[in-house]
């Protein structure tokens, strides 16, 4: 079964400074990764995925998220935080049809 | 734009109560799926659909039943709620004709049951 692990329940970051948001994943086949973000009370969006075109890939809201095959990772960053970007966070692996999904970083914003 | 629409934002229910949680997607996607969320626990699979009348269980089905009488829509039914019950479900839908397709999820219903 495949596993994804994101480090860091809660991370705590100032506006305009650096997010990084990790996620690890266990997979002995090539992944189809994902992140999504959730906003209070309502349902998960698509932020970004992996396409296998480029190892770099651009999301919405400014996110992007590197693909390292060599250690499994595909971390999320932005590079200035903006107070509406206080959400929930969450990584996750497609295999065939079904998903997994990491425990979910939440992520605050201070001004 | 895909839309996953369920019927209900809020739901207050009592114990032993039958209660419906309906799905619909306009995406005509082959694969539908329910989860629920619960602070510290993250998404848990509850029962996921690849096609009409098929229905597989997830890691957590026990006192649920869904069903999938037409393509775009997936029912969710708990057959005697219980106060354990009480979370927030999310819809979500798929699509099998590319690997790398994303869910679509709906927008969640949040049920209390008293």
């Known amino acids: 079964a495949q596993s994804v692990t994101q480090l860091g329940s809660h991370v705590s970051v100032s506006e305009g400074a650096l997010v990084l948001l990790r996620c690890n994943y266990s997979s002995s086949v090539p992944p189809y990764l994902f992140w999504y973000v959730q906003y209070p009370n309502q349902g998960l969006q698509l932020l970004l995925k992996y396409t296998s075109a480029a190892t770099l890939v651009k999301g919405i809201n400014g996110f992007e998220a590197e693909f390292k095959k060599s250690e499994t990772s595909f971390h999320l960053t932005k590079p200035s935080a903006h107070m509406s970007d206080a959400a929930e966070y969450f990584c996750a692996v497609r295999t065939f049809n079904k998903f997994y999904f990491g425990s979910g970083t939440k992520l605050n914003v201070k001004p | 734009d895909v839309k996953v629409t369920q019927s209900s934002r809020y739901l207050v229910k009592r114990t032993g109560e039958k209660v419906f949680l309906e799905c619909v997607q306009d995406?005509?996607?082959?694969?539908m799926f329910w989860y629920r969320q619960d602070p510290g626990l993250g998404l848990r699979l509850i029962y996921f659909?690849?096609?009409?009348?098929?229905?597989e269980k997830g890691d957590i089905p026990e006192g649920y039943s869904v069903s999938r009488e037409k393509k775009e829509r997936f029912s969710l039914i708990l057959e005697s709620a219980s106060t354990n019950q009480t979370s927030m479900y999310l819809c979500?839908?798929?699509?099998?004709?590319?690997?790398?397709?994303?869910?679509?999820f709906g927008n969640g219903t949040r049920l209390t049951v008293t």
């Open positions: 659909s690849y096609d009409v009348k098929m229905k």
């Open positions: 979500a839908s798929s699509s099998t004709g590319t690997a790398n397709s994303p869910l679509h």
């Open positions: 995406m005509d996607h082959e694969n």
